[in-house]
Every structure is written in C-alpha cells, then in structure tokens.
C-alpha cells in the first residue's frame, strides 16, 4: 500500500431556477405521476418524504391527511389504520408510538 491518491472527478451542472422548482416540486411529490390511493400509495409517500408529521390543528383538515390528499388525490383515511371518528387520541397515539417509516410493512398500510 503506498502513498496512493485516490480522485473523484466531479461534473458541475448549471440548473436555471425553473429547473430548481420543478425538481423540488417533483421531489415533494407535487408534480408528476401519482401514487396509488391505498395503503402502498400511502407508504411510497411517507417513505418518500421522510416522515409525516401528525398535527393536531385541525382548520380544514388534519395536517398529515392534507400531505397525502395533495400527493395521492382522494384516498381512503383507514389506510393509514387510524380509525375514522376515533378523535384525537388514536392519531396522537400514532404520532407518538415513535415508529420508523422503514419500520412499516406495506401489508399494514392495508392496500
């Protein structure tokens, strides 16, 4: 093993503004082809962005169900297995189980 140089070479690329926010808007999710609507759909998007973030301001809609309305289009909300009419206490207790995303299973999503 001698005194060997290892050299990564790099290719700079000019993006124009509008190239920036098309490739962040694609990146949220909010430009481009959908995800399905159910379970799978649902967890492509969390996985994708990360986490969803659970609030429980609730002025239109609950935050974490707007996320995923304005990525997925009309979904079903017992995908995300919180039941409908539970109040606050079941997605809080969501929120706070301190679950992974890639600790989810595809099959939980129930799509």
């Known amino acids: 093993m001698g005194d060997e140089s ?3 070479t ?10 920036v926010r098309r490739l962040a808007l694609m990146r949220q999710l909010l430009a481009g082809p959908r995800p399905s ?9 969390v996985r994708d962005l990360g986490f969803l973030q659970l609030d429980p301001t609730n002025a239109v809609a609950r935050s974490h169900l707007l996320v995923l309305w304005s990525r997925l289009g ?8 919180v039941p409908e009419g539970t109040g606050r206490g079941a997605q809080e207790h ?3 189980s301190g679950k992974r995303v890639s600790d989810l ?4 999503g129930g799509g």
């Open 6 to 8: 290892h050299r990564m």
């Open 10 to 19: 790099v290719t700079m690329r000019q993006l124009t503004p509008s190239t």
């Open 37 to 45: 609507a159910d379970g799978r759909g649902i967890l492509q998007v």
């Open 74 to 81: 009309a979904f079903d909300p017992a995908h995300l297995g």
């Open 94 to 96: 969501l929120a706070a």
């Open 105 to 108: 299973d595809a099959g939980q």
